[in-house]
């Protein structure tokens, strides 16, 4: 099959690859603050590194409570800015 591209052809498959790649990264960047949520300690529940998070009836949180995102994502935002020029 000889089809022949235009560069508007060409333009927006880039623009496709460049939205999948974007959904990957978010995708990445969401399961390293997942993993590095863990090795936090929670402010919450009083959860220690490498525990899950837990209700108030002892049971095994799904997500994470946000003081450990939030200390994940601030530890990844930092790894990521320190790659950096400086
Ligand atoms: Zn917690």
Redesign the pocket.
Known sequence: MAERLTLVDLAVQLDVIGEELAVLARDAQEALIQARALHEQ??????RPGKR??TRNGRA?RM??R??IVAATATADATHTSDGSE
Not at 42 to 47: A, F, M, R, V
């Open positions: 929670c402010d919450t529940c009083n959860s998070c837990i949180t994470f409570h003081p450990r």
